[in-house]
C-alpha cells in the first residue's frame, strides 16, 4: 500500500489526522507522514481515505501504477462536483 494526497483538493479538515496520525499530519496543510504505512495500519488508513470530504486521499495498490477503485471513484465525485 501507498498513500498520496492530492495538496490541491485537500481541504485540510483534520480527519485524517485524528483516524490515523501515524500516517496523517494536519497543521496549516495536510501532509502523509509514511508513504508505505505499516501493513496493521492498512485499515486505518483506508478508514481515514474514506471519511476525506474531497477525496484527496489516494490510496494505491501494491502493483505498479494501479489506484483502489474507492479513491478513483471519490476523485471523480469530486470533480463532478464542483465541474463548471
Not at 19 to 24: A, R
Not at 36 to 57: E, K
Amino acid at each position: 500500500m501507498r498513500v498520496t494526497l492530492d495538496e490541491v483538493i485537500c481541504p485540510a479538515t483534520g480527519q485524517c489526522g485524528i483516524v490515523c496520525p501515524e500516517v496523517f499530519e494536519v497543521q496549516m496543510v495536510s501532509m502523509v507522514r509514511m508513504e508505505y504505512p505499516d501493513p496493521l495500519l492498512h485499515s486505518r488508513v483506508q478508514d481515514a481515505a474514506d471519511s476525506c470530504p474531497t477525496g484527496a486521499i489516494l490510496v494505491h495498490d501494491d502493483r505498479p501504477n494501479a489506484i483502489k477503485e474507492n479513491a478513483v471513484v471519490s476523485w471523480l465525485a469530486h470533480r463532478r462536483r464542483y465541474a463548471t
